[in-house]
């Protein structure tokens, strides 16, 4: 009974899309005011289903900084099943988003670039989105409100030529829409199951050793009388 009361639950994963083949990219994070092209306005990037392995709640975004650096990010985010695919991808912004699209973050994103090789800038989301990679691509839309850094200093993010993911930007940071194909950024997907659900698992564990702890004696006093 304990292991299938816990069997579901897992204590995080992690889904990464994309290699870092590419160099780096400030579009749409690392490109703040005062830079030659600041970044402003809507960015998409499409996520092939095949990526993930099946259905994912996403609780958190991670990019991995290839250059240091801070910024202080005002910013909406959301996510949702695409109607595209990497082939179709639109320059019309609002024909790439699905009918489940849901905001998971809005408000100040302070990015602290370190560039040692992790996933340093994570996007806790404030509402998780329930994926299903059978159901079509993974859009993430995300529109920069405003962009400030101390020394108005690109910061640059680990990009992937690799076809699993394709992406639509403002061309110059706040130019015409241009979509590209088999490029993005290298992103982290992580699901991290509600503390109440881990906390239930323990306490099934609990019950089940205690109840074992408790049957054992009686068993053998059992024994002996037989």
Do not use: W
Request: charge should be negative; charged fraction near 10%.
């Amino acid at each position: 009974m304990t292991g299938a009361m816990c069997a579901p639950v897992m204590l995080a994963d992690t889904v990464t899309v994309g290699t870092p083949d590419a160099g780096g990219n400030a579009y749409p994070i690392g490109a703040p005011a005062g830079t030659l092209f600041p970044y402003n306005g809507e960015y998409q990037q499409l996520y092939d289903s095949s990526a993930f392995s099946g259905p994912f709640t996403i609780t958190s975004i991670g990019f991995e900084s290839s250059s240091m650096g801070q910024e202080l990010l005002n910013a909406t985010i959301s996510l949702s099943t695409s109607p595209q695919t990497l082939t179709t991808l639109s320059n019309i912004y609002s024909a790439n988003i699905g009918a489940d699209d849901s905001q998971v973050f809005s408000g100040m994103l302070p990015v602290m670039a370190i560039a040692n090789g992790s996933f340093d800038l994570n996007i806790p989301l404030m509402t998780p989105f329930a994926y299903d990679p059978s159901a079509g691509d993974l859009l993430l839309d995300v529109v920069v409100n405003s962009n400030t850094s101390p020394v108005s200093k690109n910061v640059f993010f680990e990009a992937t030529n690799d076809a699993i993911t394709s992406r639509a930007f403002n061309g110059g940071g706040s130019g015409p829409v241009i979509v590209e194909p088999d490029y993005g950024l290298v992103t982290e997907f992580s699901s991290t199951p509600e503390p109440s659900t881990i906390a239930f698992c323990l306490l099934g564990l609990g019950i089940g050793l205690l109840a074992r702890s408790l049957a054992a004696p009686l068993r053998r006093d059992m024994g002996t009388r037989g």
